[in-house]
T-cell receptor
Framework: RKEVEQDPGPFNVPEGATVAFNCTYSNSASQSFFWYRQDCRKEPKLLMSVYSSGNEDGRFTAQLNRASQYISLLIRDSKLSDSATYLCAVNSGSSNTGKLIFGQGTTLQVKP | ETGVTQTPRHLVMGMTNKKSLKCEQHLGHNAMYWYKQSAKKPLELMFVYNFKEQTENNSVPSRFSPECPNSSHLFLHLHTLQPEDSALYLC??????????FGEGSWLTVV
């Protein structure tokens, strides 16, 4: 089983749609979780950290489910500019070692 | 302006060449990383440096040799690479292993 797994997609959605991605992780001791956004041929950029209580930033909501070992990202009112690959990242140990393990990414394409 | 800068942005090298990738972070962080991103594969952690000491070598072949002279600079020395080493090499930094910030990457093609 991969340490971090994502559905690669692509997810094709119309503008204004709500879309959700899940990411599962295998190490139950992991403590830090993140969503990154990566545009074509660019570096990954931090979208948001994922906290135990969940967090929201505008149209984006991230949730953590420790019992089932997954994190989720919800995007409301999708914009064309949201088209990108979304990478989840999980700290590989029980402390903040900075050893982030990444999923392969989920591609989102928002259509007009 | 990005807090992590990498040079060169693009590099084409032969299998017998020796070249180096350079990374500099302007964020005052104490940890730096090299990641590799190949087509259709997840980002792979290669090396981790904390306070310029290597703390992680993720089973990387010896043809990749990192160097960290101080907390702000990181190099990746390349020699006798193989075509399958062609990839995007990403440098990153963090403070105390928290959120990682990436540079724009160096696109490497081995011919």
């Amino acid at each position: 089983r991969k340490e971090v797994e994502q559905d690669p997609g692509p997810f094709n959605v119309p503008e204004g749609a709500t879309v959700a991605f899940n990411c599962t992780y295998s190490n139950s001791a992991s403590q830090s979780f993140f969503w990154y956004r990566q545009d074509c041929r660019k570096e990954p950029k931090l979208l948001m950290s994922v906290y135990s209580s969940g967090n929201e930033d505008g149209r984006f909501t991230a949730q953590l489910n420790r019992a089932s070992q997954y994190i989720s990202l919800l995007i409301r009112d999708s914009k064309l500019s949201d088209s990108a690959t979304y990478l989840c990242a999980v700290n590989s140990g029980s402390s903040n070692t900075g050893k982030l393990i990444f999923g392969q990414g989920t591609t989102l394409q928002v259509k007009p | 302006e990005t807090g992590v800068t990498q040079t060169p942005r693009h590099l084409v090298m032969g299998m017998t060449n020796k070249k180096s990738l350079k990374c500099e972070q302007h964020l005052g962080h104490n940890a730096m990383y090299w990641y590799k991103q190949s087509a259709k594969k997840p980002l792979e952690l290669m090396f981790v440096y904390n306070f310029k000491e290597q703390t992680e070598n993720n089973s990387v072949p010896s043809r990749f040799s990192p160097e960290c002279p101080n907390s702000s600079h990181l190099f990746l020395h390349l020699h006798t690479l193989q075509p399958e080493d062609s990839a995007l090499y990403l440098c990153a930094s963090s403070q105390d292993g928290n959120t990682i910030y990436f540079g724009e990457g160096s696109w490497l093609t081995v011919v």
